[in-house]
Structures are given as structure tokens and as C-alpha cells.
């Protein structure tokens, strides 16, 4: 079985802030990690993935996310928030040993970013 | 830049009606998909599509649920006989298909779709 959990449902960072969205996952096998935002009214818009490699992965608008095996933990990060990242984070995984292709998401975070 | 597109943005049905949401994925994928996302929940796989086949489907799409490619460009989801706990919002994606579950999936807008 693999599940997500996202801890937090809500995070707020005043603008020029780090950010931090926190993102725990449980797969049998070793996972294949996404960020996904979903800004209202909108569809779900993709973030960044960690398929193997570096742990650091670097995404779209500036977020990157660190892969953590020990703490099986894929908490995503930007180093200075902006008012127009408020939006909803969803955390999604899939487990290498699964032979299909569904991911399995996290409850959403929702992120406020303050001026 | 190429994007999952959906119709109706927002379908309201009677208990019971069949609906048909449509997706138009992007054209050069061939990996397709429905999610739904009850109000307030997270996410749920339904269904994955590919080369006119169900290749994995969920607890969740029950004999009420169904899945087609009518043409070259539409992939739509049926609901037979809706009820009221289907009222969700409808995610259509798409993959390129290389053959690895590392594709990224590409999200549509959504259908919001309410069961009266």
C-alpha cells in the first residue's frame, strides 16, 4: 500500500519568506515523488518530480523540493514566497514497484503567502 | 504550450442521469486518465487509458463508471446512473506513454460536477 500524508492544512509565510510545505510518504518500495499546485478554478499544475538521483530536485517557479529516504519525507521549499504563490500544494507519490501508473495524493496544503 | 482541456466546466444533474464528462488530452500523449476529488478531500485515482484499453482502474470506478476514446482527440468519462455522492470535481490527465511510470501527468481544468 502507498499513502501520502501532508500534515499541515494550511501554511503562512509573509512574502520574502522561505516556505516550507511538508509532504511524508509509505510505499513498500522505493517512490517516485510529485508537486503538483492547484490555483482556483484551476486544474492541477505540475510542480516538480523526484524520480532517482540528486535528492535536491529543482522545479518550475523557483520551488524545489529535497527527497529524503531516511525520514521518508519530499517537503517542497522556496527560499523567498510570493504573494501570487497562495495557492493550494498537493504532494503525490508512486511506488517503483507497482506496475501501473496511478498516483496517490496527498489532502492538499494550503499555502498563504502575505504581503 | 499544449494543455488538457475539459467540457462542461460545471455539469448539475438529477440523481440518477447519465453524464458524460469530456476531456481533450494533449495530442501527442497516449497515457489517459480520470481522477475525481471530493470537496474538502484529496485527490482519488479512477481510471488509466491506454490504446483503447482499461490498464488499471480503482475500487472506486464501480460498474457505473465507464471510459471510451470516441475519436482521435476525446477521452470521455460516462456516469450511468449518477447519485449524490458522485458530486466531485472531475480531473482528466494525460501522459506521452514512453513506456516508464516516471511520466509526468499533465492536469486538466476539472468538471465540477453536482448531483442534484
Known amino acids: 500500500a502507498q499513502s501520502v500524508a501532508q500534515p499541515e492544512d494550511q501554511v503562512n509565510v509573509a512574502e520574502g519568506n522561505p516556505l516550507t510545505v511538508k509532504c511524508t510518504y509509505s510505499?513498500?518500495?522505493?517512490?517516485?515523488l510529485f508537486w503538483y499546485v492547484q490555483y482556483p478554478n484551476r486544474g492541477l499544475q505540475f510542480l516538480l518530480k523526484?524520480?532517482?538521483?540528486?535528492?535536491l530536485v529543482k522545479g518550475s517557479y523557483g520551488f524545489e523540493a529535497e527527497f529524503n529516504k531516511s525520514q521518508t519525507s519530499f517537503h517542497l521549499k522556496k527560499p523567498s514566497a510570493l504573494v501570487s504563490d497562495s495557492a493550494l500544494y498537493f504532494c503525490?507519490?508512486?511506488?517503483?514497484?507497482?506496475?501501473?501508473?496511478?498516483?496517490?495524493f496527498g489532502k492538499g496544503t494550503s499555502l498563504l503567502v502575505t504581503p | 504550450e499544449p494543455e488538457v482541456t475539459q467540457t462542461p466546466s460545471h455539469q448539475v444533474t438529477q440523481m440518477g442521469q447519465e453524464v458524460i464528462l469530456r476531456c481533450v488530452p494533449i495530442?501527442?500523449?497516449?497515457?489517459f486518465y480520470w481522477y475525481r476529488q471530493i470537496l474538502g478531500q484529496k485527490v482519488e485515482f479512477l481510471v488509466s487509458f491506454y490504446n483503447n484499453e482499461i490498464s488499471e482502474k480503482s475500487e472506486i470506478f464501480d460498474d457505473q463508471f465507464s471510459v471510451e476514446r470516441p475519436d482521435g482527440s476525446n477521452f470521455t468519462l460516462k456516469i450511468r446512473s449518477t447519485k449524490l455522492e458522485d458530486s466531485a470535481m472531475y480531473f482528466c490527465a494525460s501522459t506521452r506513454g514512453l513506456g516508464t511510470s516516471t511520466d509526468t501527468q499533465y492536469f486538466g481544468p476539472g468538471t465540477r460536477l453536482t448531483v442534484l
Open positions: 503525490a507519490v508512486r511506488d517503483r514497484s507497482n506496475s501501473g501508473y496511478a498516483l496517490n
Open positions: 523526484y524520480i532517482t538521483g540528486d535528492n
Open positions: 510505499v513498500s518500495g522505493n517512490p517516485y
Open positions: 495530442s501527442n500523449h497516449l497515457y
